[in-house]
């Protein structure tokens, strides 16, 4: 590819603010079709957007090289499909043969942009947002927007301890020399499905001690223990950090050893159990009728707590679960009036809130327990394999049911 | 499985789509009835000549397989010219 005459580059980045804006442009995805149906970029609004795999363009258009079989598809068939009055954004798995696309777009006067290291690097795209930052206490929502993933840094007095972090550690260990902290503890929550944890890694890597609940240290399908050393987290414990304290919640429901972790009165590290829009589903482990009791009372004890506390969930499901500055958080209170899951449970009676939560199950994903085998040391992927597990965005909440339909 | 060929194209080390468009120019110097074998390093090549297959009306893909090689797995695609 040696031609580029004035063609425009959108990395992930840049991808990323014109979703939170919501900016107006459309999608030409040349991935094959599975590709796209697996994973597609998603915004505060959908993204309107036409597959036509590369590989049909070039045979249907009919010549040799690629971008003429490009310019001769597009002028031919593609032509009514496509707007003129917004950018296209031209995407593909890693972003060379998107080049094309956006090559042949311009020569047919199209406004173009082609999505820099395709899809994989949105995927593997995250961003760094304060939530409070001072010498006494900082808090850094690290997200991977793509998969709709989010981790904390939680720092004081050059002390950090990492929650959830996720595969890629160059967020956190990047944070940590430029804030000039320590990590001194790394936690997950629980034991993930939907993303491979960083937390092993982040711990051997920075010389911190990695916590993890010894429920969740069991496959829940293979019932086979984890492969690692690992410290174990208890109801009520306290973890030092500079000049505060985090404590322990051990709130089983999303899995059995699901812990919460509370800083004072202000912030809720909720992991997957209160999100922003909906709250997690209890059918993971294989058992929802089982588990799904355990998760309503889990779910009343973290409705107890000052309403005023910050809710720092583990997912989002939607870019527009953000505030206005691309943040996932709200008070509890605030949540308690427009958390669907957090709705229904103040509504409906024990029973009435467990059969809520069986109903609104969304589809289950077969990668989901080969994930935890991942994270319990059972089995170790090459690095492409753990790409291929971890593509699309996460299903760890209710709400997806009524959002796509459960696909 | 070994797989009957009559030319070979080396495709290691290109990203896609070249992997796909050079086989594709191979396969019009071929005869009727010759398969081109493809050897290729882009993991994606696997679907995508599958997903080529299933437009193209002049070729039939007869046979893939995956070979550990150095570093990195090699990708073979045998392709038939039928018209």
Redesign the interface.
Known sequence: MTERPNGEVWTAEELLGRLERGDTFFVLDVR????FERFRLEGRRPVPAVNI????M???GGK???LDSVVAYIGRDLADQLPSDRPILAV???G??SE?AAQGLRRLNYTSANLKGGMKAWGEFYATRALAEGPDLAIYQVSRPARGCLSYVVASAGKAIVIDPLRHLHPYLDLARVRGLAIEAVIDTHGHADHISGGRALAGKTGASYYLHPYDAIHPVDVLPATFPYEFIRDGQMFPIGRHELEALHIPGHTLGLVAFRLDDRYLFTGDSIFIRSIARPDLGGKAETWAPLHARSLRRLLGLPGGITVLPGHFSSLDEADQTGRFAASLDDLKTRNDGLVALQRESEDGFVRYLLDSLPRYVPEYVDIKRVNAGLVAPAE?DAATLELGKNVCALSQAYASGGR | MSQVFDKTLDARGL???MP??NA??EL?KLELGQVLKVLATD??SV??FQ??AK??KNMVLVGQETEAGEGANVYVHYVKRTA
Do not use: H, I
Not at chain 1, 32 to 35: A, G, K, L, T, V
């Open positions: 094959n079709r599975d590709e795999p590369y590989f049909e070039l045979e249907l040799d090289e690629m593909c798995a890693k060379d043969t094309f492409e | 990203n896609c789509p796909l468009v594709r120019k019009g993991r994606g679907s995508d997903g080529w437009v193209a």
